[in-house]
């Protein structure tokens, strides 16, 4: 039996942020990937050690790591990861890139000569840029939206510059960070008189110490292809990303795969993806497009590292994921025939809690008793108040389910959404997946 040890550390749900007050809602994904990754090299036989942010410790009961370490408010968070690692033969990080966080990580985990199951520190070098990736989906011959980095001018960004770059387009834009993740920090213009005001009346979430890109939006469906090593395609996915609020920032509320006539889009993708020298993303990986009306791609960004679908991939697929990435490491994966016999729809649901329960008992007691009646929740009923007695408080958590098809997954989740009801919770945001 293989006991090798493994480091799989999320950064988020690790500790990452432990010294700053964070909502609960961005606990969840980090959690769920957590938690989803851990099950699945488990499942191999591996020894895992991961890092816990103390403020969700009551949730190690549902990981199935060896030794969970916690990370306290008044720790540095490094010292422990440095220590972990130094622990294991093999880690496994998902961070954001912005900052240098992943790569800096990353680099940690090569200077100790430690086998890391993650992309390496070239893939993360490109993905993390989205202006290097512009560059390399134009150098491949590959469509993707016009894209500008956006100069700076008396400390803010240069307004002159993006009202000429939008009236030349002729079409809506998007201004977003260039080390960016996912659907954060997403703003979407399409009259003039839109990005005077957002820029007039531009509030603190709104970072100028970062770099910014503008982009041409494209119009279609967002969706997502996650590979392991540079050729093994496990599933086409849609992101529910909400950008076209000008008034609040981007949100993403989560996804679903496969896609309808994922078959076709796979066959159509792959002769793109051949196009793509990926041999420095190996290991497991995203990349974003656009599915226009007339089924063209537009290829927006990589992600190098583990993504939220990877959540619902692991229901959907006839493979453990997790033994791909090993094998794609150690460079022995071979051709694999992906089969996909299930379907995921996953997603953050935003709660409030109405019923008369103490926070204790809600902890100990009723959110226990509700992860067996819903084994859908990756991440359960989370809350950051400190109340003793309280009602109408937020929760934030989240699911994936494992069906047949779409509508056996939402039938599903209207069940789960009863349930919830039921034990007093209201949810008060969830975006219907198409």
């Known amino acids: 039996m293989n006991r090798d040890k493994v480091f799989i550390f999320e950064f988020i749900a690790g500790g990452g942020f432990n010294r700053d007050d964070m909502p609960s809602s961005l606990f969840c994904e980090g959690f769920g990937m957590l938690r989803s990754i851990i099950a699945d090299f488990k499942a191999i036989s591996f020894q895992i050690i991961t890092l816990l942010d103390y403020r969700i410790s009551s949730f190690s009961r549902y990981l199935k790591a060896d030794i969970i370490n916690l990370v306290n408010a008044d720790e540095d968070y490094l010292k422990k990861f440095k220590e972990c690692v130094k622990k294991c033969e093999y880690c496994l990080i998902i961070a954001p ?7 800096n990580l990353t680099k940690i985990v090569k200077d100790n000569d430690k086998t890391i199951l993650s992309v390496d520190l070239e893939g993360i070098k490109l993905g993390s840029s989205k202006m290097k990736t512009y560059d390399f989906f134009n150098k491949n011959d590959l469509k993707t939206p016009l894209t500008f980095q956006i100069p700076m001018k008396y400390n803010s960004l240069d307004l002159d510059f993006i009202l000429e770059k939008y009236n030349k387009l002729k079409s809506p834009i998007v201004i977003k960070p260039e080390d960016g993740v ?16 957002f820029f007039q009346e531009i509030d603190e979430s709104f970072e100028l110490n970062r770099t910014y890109i503008l982009q041409e939006y494209i119009e279609g469906k967002d969706l997502s292809v996650s590979l392991i090593g540079n050729s093994i395609i496990l599933s086409v996915n849609s992101q529910n990303i909400n950008i076209k609020d000008t008034k609040k920032n981007s949100e993403y509320f989560g996804g679903l795969t496969p896609v309808e006539n994922y078959h076709e889009i796979i066959n159509d993708i792959k002769t793109d993806i051949k196009k793509f020298n990926l041999s420095e993303f190996n290991g497991y990986f995203g990349i974003d497009f656009i599915r226009k009306s007339d089924h ?16 619902g991939i692991r229901n959907i697929i006839d493979k453990n994921p997790a ?19 299930n379907h995921s729809l996953f997603s953050r649901l935003e709660l409030i809690y109405m019923g008369n329960q103490n926070i204790k008992d809600l902890k100990e007691q009723l959110i226990p008793n509700l992860t067996k009646e819903i084994p859908e929740f990756v991440t359960p009923p989370i809350t950051f108040d400190k109340s003793a007695h309280f009602k109408c408080i937020n929760f934030s958590c989240f699911i994936a389910t494992k069906t047949k098809n ?10 789960i959404k009863k349930t919830l009801e039921k034990n007093n919770f209201k949810i008060i945001s969830f975006k219907k997946l198409k």
Do not use: M
């Open 406 to 415: 779409l509508q056996c997954s939402r039938k599903r989740v209207i069940e």
């Open 97 to 103: 890139e912005f900052s240098n966080i992943l790569l």
């Open 323 to 341: 033994e791909l990435i090993l094998k794609s490491k150690l460079n022995s994966l071979d051709d694999v025939d992906i089969k996909i016999i």
């Open 182 to 197: 996912g659907g954060e920090s997403i703003y979407y213009f399409e009259s003039e008189n839109q990005i005077i005001e």
């Open 296 to 311: 063209s791609f537009y290829f927006i960004e990589i992600n190098p590292r583990l993504t939220t679908s990877y959540i």
